[in-house]
């Protein structure tokens, strides 16, 4: 049973920087897709950052690109999103997901989600 467990959102002002934190559990082999994606209020999701815990290879949305850094710690069984220089646009909630497959390109689907954190930039 796969559980992802977002943390680390909240408001900060326009520059800021935040870092987000997705626990897993449940992931039983170390081939998976692992991203981050958000929705603002009234926009579509998108995902901004995707990792393939395979190889590590990263994959970002041109609006994160240089600001924006999707990471793993595998001991600690943690995805994490360090996000700097915040402008009020990333104002979104943020949703930590999965899927058991080496394809992680920008517009996959998922089939584990998180619960969602808040992030406000003002």
């Known amino acids: 049973h796969v559980q992802l467990v977002e943390s680390g959102g909240g408001s900060v002002q326009a520059g800021g920087s935040l870092r987000l934190a997705c626990l897993t559990s449940?992931?039983?082999?170390?081939?998976?897709?692992m991203a981050w994606l958000r929705q603002g209020t009234g926009k579509r999701r998108e995902m901004v950052a995707g990792?393939?815990?395979?190889?590590?290879?990263?994959v970002y949305a041109d609006s994160v690109k240089g600001r924006f850094t999707i990471s793993q710690d595998r001991a600690k069984n943690t995805l994490y999103l360090q996000m700097n220089n915040l402008k009020p646009e990333d104002t979104a909630n943020y949703y930590c997901?999965?899927?058991?497959?080496?394809?992680?390109?920008?517009?996959?689907?998922?089939?584990?989600w998180g619960q969602g954190t808040q992030v406000t930039v003002s």
């Open positions: 990792l393939y815990t395979g190889s590590g290879h990263t």
């Open positions: 449940g992931i039983t082999t170390t081939r998976y897709c």
């Open positions: 997901a999965a899927r058991g497959s080496a394809v992680c390109n920008l517009g996959v689907d998922f089939r584990y």
